[in-house]
């Protein structure tokens, strides 16, 4: 065997999971399902699947065992089954593969594949008892994601019929006395794990031994995302406060901060629980850059856009000293893999790794050589005002639970050190745990998938989940259902909500892909599907909005569409890649290179898709595409109704208004958002999110007539 090959199996050995097997395996023998708790990193998800393998090998059932583990994301999927096949020693695609939405790689002999749940759920579509799987690992169960949760009811059911399935349960942290007694008192086994201690600094503790001091001026970034909404008029919109954030309020209203001197005391008062101090991570970083302990520091922000402009304003400053002994990474859900690699490995002698991080970085994925956390005590977290029908995508306060793992991830090498960027008495008024997301999220997917999966009544069987969901989010997914024509009176799947549950998109979007097959301009909703489904392709950085949104208003070819803009973005991308010019033109007009070629490749998946759902009958139809604007606008229309706003035109200003929302505002990168008026009396639209005024993602004008199409659904 290979020094490399040694290597991993020395390693695997000191893996606290590793000293567990024997009693693991054997716990799997006796029960049908058990529940794993155990600290991240300490073996869960790269070895525990590997053990049930090598243990069916050995038994002489290597060739009989299929073991399904689900990951709550992509990419997490993809990067642990490539860690597991190197530590095998082979290649990705032999005994262990891959398969996330739309890509895969397994092979004839894999006996291991990490999937995303979602893709384990499509499978359940088309066979039901998972003939041939013989163990599922469901991973990460303490996040609480809506499809984790979903498939918890799935397999209970299925257990039954099935009692040769075994079915293991993976959790992060202590709370698996609810997944046990959930599955009838499974036994719980937990991994003791080591960590070094690290030491928890609160925002007093930080303030009083370094002196710095907070200012109101402080509390105010110059990049941050309230920028964009203050340069909207702001309609009078009454903050609803949520049960945490009012906690957290009286928690700091009640705090004295005694035996802190009067500097720290001062400085807490400027405080403000409602923004991430942007200046004041600098001022920690800067001092533990300027410490004498060596170790790479992870900060967690709350997403894509605050770490984009955490990480200009570091570069801008240069408070961290000479920029070539500091490597900046970010690492979020959209980030490539080429990128994601840099972030496992060391960086040279003398130069600092710091990584700008979501929650990701919490439970899913390991960086080994963190000595130092940053905890802003915030992720962006979607919530679902079933009352209003609004979802809302806002920064809150993340659980205690959440807090002590993101301290945790500092004491993997040696003891560490984590900030809360937040005072004790905030952290006092977190929630234990997080909300699970079944609760705080809008259904119709999953209503979709219950009806396809013939699984009975939507609401007896959501009343069946481990915290089962308010009825009004059930009526209001079923309802949306029905408007788009996918359920009947009854409740029963339409012929049209059959073909939409085996599209791999939002109910709204598959709609505008059938429609799209059926009128023969498949090209162009193809792009607009793929862009609403992969992301934005249009890049705005915060220090060149102005020439970002410019560069994409060239697109907008003044037909008040952001929908039909992507269209031609991504069509004159296609153009410049046939001449080998693709990159220069994404670097012209402020587009990203890797959303593009995403796009590209969901367009091809599309395709197969639908042929293979055959709704696309022959190939040189489809080649042969119309691009008839008025048509595509219309198809549109018809896939994101009933999302829709009326235009008043106000001599210095343009009027929004949707039925459940009352006034709502359009972003400023919207093509819709910066002209003096709209000339058509309707606006379609993808996607509303409460941010504290509700706003508007992309949307396309459509006219009176268009909306005929729609009889009296709309007064
Ligand atoms: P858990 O699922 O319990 O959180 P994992 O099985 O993911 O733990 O990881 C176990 C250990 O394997 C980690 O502590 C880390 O040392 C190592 N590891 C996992 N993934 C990688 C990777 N992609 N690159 C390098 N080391 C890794
Ligand atoms: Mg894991």
Redesign the pocket.
Known sequence: ESLEGQKMVE??KT???YKEKDALLKAISANQVIVVS???????????PQYILESEIEAGRGAACSIICTQPRRISAI??S??VA?ERGEQIGESVGYKVRLEGMRGRDTRLLFCTTGVLLRRLLVDRSLKGVTHVVV??IHERGMNEDFLLIVLKDLLPRRPDLKLIL?S?TLNADLFSSYFGGAPAMH?P?FTYPVRAHFLEDFLETTGYRLTAYNQIDDYGEEKTWKMQKQAQFKKRKSQISSAVEDSLEAADFKGYNYRTRDSLACWSPDSIGFNLIENVLSHIVKGERPGAVLVFMTGWDDINSLKNQLEAHHLLGDPNKVLLLACHGSMASSEQ?LI?DRPPEGIRKIVLATNMAE????I?DVVFVLDCGKAKETSYDALNNTPCLLPSWISKAAARQRRGRAG?VMPGECYHLYPRCVYDAFADYQQPELLRTPLQSLCLQIKSLRLGSISEFLSRALQPPEALSVQNAVEYLKTIGALDDNENLTALGRKLSVLPVEPKLGKMLILGAIFNCLDPIMTVVSGLSVRDPFLMPFDKKDLAESAKSKFSGHDFSDHLTLVRAYSGWKEAERRHAGNEYCWKNFLSAQTLKAMDSMRKQFFCLLKEASLIDNIEGCSNLSHDEHLVRAIICAGLFPGISSVVNKEKSITLKTMEDGQVLLYSSSVNGNVPRIPFPWLVFNEKIKVNSVFLRDSTAVSDSVLLLFGDKIS
């Open positions: 390693f695997r893996l606290p999971a155990g600290e991240t990193g300490c073996g869960k998800t790269t070895q525990l990067s642990v490539e860690r190197s991973d990460e993976m992060a991994i794990g690699r496992f439970t899913s994925i390991t080994n993997r």
